[in-house]
């Protein structure tokens, strides 16, 4: 099983909603088994994204696209959209 998570930053600071479902996807992993991966949009600060490296997930994957600064619904749906379409979700 994998928990993928999307971690919202806003202000350069992690959204609180963002970090509680990856203390659920956490607990998760630790019962049922599994991998916890984070998908958080560029830009981010290295400080940051070592941050979220530190809180035990698997994996952490940057979504890299121009568009998502700055933030709109639209361009941020579409980068998780095509992720999904992939077929790696």
Same mark, same amino acid.
């Given at each position: 099983?994998?928990?993928? /998570?999307? /971690?919202? @930053?806003?202000?350069?600071?992690?959204?609180?909603?963002?970090? *509680?479902?990856?203390?659920? $996807?956490?607990?998760?992993?630790? !019962? $049922?088994?599994? *991998? +916890?991966?984070?998908? +958080?949009?560029?830009?981010?600060?290295? *400080?940051?994204?070592? *941050?979220?490296?530190?809180?035990?997930?698997?994996? +952490?994957? +940057?979504? !890299?696209?121009?568009?998502?600064?700055?933030?709109? @619904?639209? $361009?941020?749906?579409?980068?998780?959209?095509?992720? /999904?379409?992939?077929?790696?979700?």
């Amino acid at each position: 099983m994998r928990y993928r /998570i999307y /971690i919202e @930053v806003f202000g350069g600071s992690f959204k609180g909603a963002s970090l *509680e479902a990856l203390g659920a $996807a956490l607990l998760l992993r630790e !019962k $049922a088994g599994g *991998e +916890v991966e984070l998908l +958080v949009p560029e830009p981010l600060e290295s *400080e940051a994204l070592e *941050e979220l490296r530190n809180y035990g997930a698997d994996r +952490v994957l +940057v979504l !890299k696209n121009p568009g998502l600064s700055p933030y709109t @619904v639209e $361009a941020h749906a579409e980068a998780l959209s095509s992720l /999904i379409e992939d077929g790696d979700f």
